[in-house]
């Protein structure tokens, strides 16, 4: 922001203080946004003694005063100020890159600054070499910036794109979903995950709902004021996209699919990982007794559940039946009997004893209602050992025959 507009915004402020507040009211006001104040006498000039206050303040704060004041700020800058500082962040597949590098391309030719889009699928926009993973996108999130999920099958069966989507979905975003041409909208995990299927989305090669989306956009990024060059963005865009192999519809994940994908992986494709290098102790002990048979169904299929549905938060208290509904239909999904929802109690303690999970909202009364994993919990939700699954898929086969009647 230039010198002349940030006096602007300063002198406005103190201006509609001088002529709407007593010396009382200004400090009060200011100190409530942390800005340390003396008592303003009669004799000082009030317009004076706000603009040196001011003076050393950021420009985020000014503006957020300005806000709050209902001041008319004729300044193209304020808007400016804001959208700097908004990134997009694309949460998708790396199976469905070449939708992420379109859409990339797209962005960037109607205006968006490559340096606001984040897309790990591509080195110039994805990870700083040296930087963790997990924790930089963690941060990136936290930035709270303009999410698009890139909604497949694929993403829906990954456990990365799973995690992501419940990290940012916590956050609370600015979000839009756009879906791959082989999305099915009716599909059980699009239905019961953390997004809201109510909310409207588009497939991603419906070019009047692009121009739409595109506009949404102008409240929060910088974009080119030429429609002329849009259209043809968007035209070159969607031809980009017809030349890209036909993916065939899936509605979701199902068993058989896992088993088919299980029963392909080989050892030069898969490494399979025997421990965990978590630092908390109660991780480890989780995954000790997994490898040594000594966790109950329960306690694997409430890992398996939370994956599948990306529920991260479980219910307790007078929200239990609620979630206990929720896997009773997760369960007749994937043909198990209902030893989870059954015992869903059950595994809640057991987790809770083992220090997994931690309370992250309480009643009215002070009383739990659900509890959530512990961060590093999540982090080995990322990145499962293939005993984990395999563990998982005994279990299914061993209970989904409980449920034959023969």
């Known amino acids: 922001m230039n010198p002349k507009d940030r006096f602007g915004i300063i002198n406005s402020i103190a201006l509609h203080l001088q002529d709407e507040y007593n010396t009382s009211g200004i400090n009060m006001l200011l100190e409530g946004y942390g800005i340390k104040t003396e008592n303003i006498t009669s004799v000082n000039s009030k317009r004076t003694y706000v603009i040196g206050l001011l003076k050393s303040e950021k420009e985020e704060l000014l503006i957020d005063i300005a806000k709050d004041l209902e001041l008319k700020i004729e300044l193209p800058i304020t808007k400016t100020t804001e959208k700097s500082h908004m990134k997009i962040f694309i949460s998708h597949s790396s199976k469905n890159a070449n939708y992420g590098n379109a859409l990339v391309q797209l962005l960037t030719g109607i205006g968006i600054k490559s340096e606001q889009i984040i897309f790990t699928s591509n080195s110039a926009f994805g990870i700083p070499i040296g930087q963790n993973i997990f924790n930089w996108l963690k941060d990136r999130i936290n930035e709270k910036p303009y999410v698009i999920y890139l909604l497949s099958p694929e993403y829906y069966s990954s456990v990365a794109c799973l995690n992501e989507m419940g990290a940012a979905w916590i956050i609370e975003n600015q979000h839009s979903m756009i879906f791959t041409p082989n999305f099915k909208l009716d599909s059980y995990e699009f239905q019961n995950g953390a997004l809201d299927p109510r909310e409207i989305g588009f497939y991603i090669n419906d070019e009047d709902r692009l121009t739409g989306f595109i506009e949404s956009l102008k409240d929060a990024f910088e974009i080119s004021p030429n429609q002329v060059l849009i259209n043809q963005k968007c035209r070159d865009f969607i031809q980009q996209l017809e030349a890209f192999p036909k993916a065939p519809i899936i509605s979701s994940v199902t068993k058989e699919t896992e088993k088919i994908a299980l029963n392909t992986k080989t050892e030069e494709t898969v490494k399979p990982k025997t421990e965990k290098s978590s630092s908390n102790n109660a991780v480890n002990r989780y995954f000790n007794d997994l490898n040594n048979g000594k966790l109950k169904d329960e306690e694997v299929l409430i890992i398996q559940y939370v994956i599948d549905t990306a529920r991260y938060k479980l219910g307790t208290g007078w929200q239990e039946s609620n979630e206990q509904e929720n896997i009773k239909v997760w369960e007749d999904l994937n043909e198990l009997n209902n030893t989870l929802s059954q015992n869903y109690s059950t595994a809640l303690r057991r987790l809770d004893m083992r220090k997994l999970i ?48 023969f």
């Open 358 to 405: 931690e309370v992250s909202d309480f009643t009215g009364h002070g009383n739990p209602k659900e509890y959530q994993f512990i961060e590093e919990m999540q982090n080995e939700l990322l990145d499962l050992p293939q005993e984990f699954h395999n563990k998982v898929t005994e279990i299914k086969e061993r209970i989904s025959e409980d449920r034959l009647p």
